[in-house]
């Protein structure tokens, strides 16, 4: 119990670390982007070892689904001003989806090259 309570706490650490960032730096980027580079920076410079968060971001991204239900209401709610749209929405979200691939694709293989010498 205490070792969840632990990675818990490093954890909202982390995220409180990128809120402080977020209010200090006046650059428009969330707070939870801060917070993702810095548990990145910790966990690539081997400050903190992917042990000690094991079990509580595993159980964060299982349950992950969860945070998408919201949305889905929050379009449920909103469907008279949506409904119109909705095909070039999805179109959107389509194409913008197709660029996020394609953009980490290349930028995968850029440094897989880089770092594989291949």
Request: charged letters at 15%; glycine letters at 8%; hydrophobic letters at 60%.
């Amino acid at each position: 119990m205490i070792k969840y309570v632990k990675q818990i706490l490093i954890i909202a650490a982390v995220c409180f670390a990128g809120e402080a960032v977020h209010y200090f730096v006046p650059l428009p980027i969330p707070a939870s982007i801060y917070g993702m580079l810095i548990l990145f920076l910790l966990l690539e410079t081997g400050v903190l070892k992917v042990e000690s968060i094991r079990e509580v971001s595993t159980f964060l991204l299982d349950t992950m689904i969860i945070m998408f239900i919201p949305a889905g209401v929050g379009l449920m709610e909103y469907w008279g001003s949506i409904k119109d749209i909705w095909w070039k929405l999805i179109i959107v979200i389509v194409a913008v989806n197709a660029a996020v691939f394609a953009v980490s694709g290349w930028v995968t293989q850029a440094v897989g090259k880089k770092v594989g010498g291949k």
